[in-house]
């Protein structure tokens, strides 16, 4: 059973600064592709970022330039470093593995105050 689970949210103001992390319960090398999902409130989960095996990263035009995705092959972790957040990031944020299927996280919630 793969496990991801999600850790590094939290409530930050405007134009602040958060990583969340990502771990597995396996080596992130059996993932073709990793990524963080978001979900706002009262909305449908949308994708924030995406990473695969070779390093190649895709980003929502609404975070480029701010958002950051990394992997650390060695921890098994995945990362996304967010900076100069805005209220409307708001949202629980999903960590997402593809290998033969889809694998999701529990969320972490981040609260953006203006």
């Known amino acids: 059973q793969v496990q991801l689970v999600e850790s590094g949210g939290g409530l930050v103001q405007a134009g602040g600064s958060l990583r969340l992390s990502c771990a597995a319960s396996?080596?992130?090398?059996?993932?073709?592709?990793m990524g963080w999902y978001r979900q706002p409130p009262g909305n449908q989960r949308e994708l924030v970022a995406t990473i695969t095996s070779g390093g190649s990263t895709n980003y929502a035009d609404s975070v480029k330039g701010r958002f950051t995705i990394s992997r650390d092959n060695a921890k098994n972790l995945l990362y996304l470093q967010m900076n100069s957040l805005k209220p409307e990031d708001t949202a629980v944020y999903y960590c997402?593995?593809?290998?033969?299927?889809?694998?999701w996280g529990q969320g972490t919630q981040v609260t953006v105050s203006s």
């Open positions: 396996l080596s992130i090398f059996s993932f073709n592709t």
């Open positions: 997402n593995a593809v290998a033969v299927r889809r694998y």
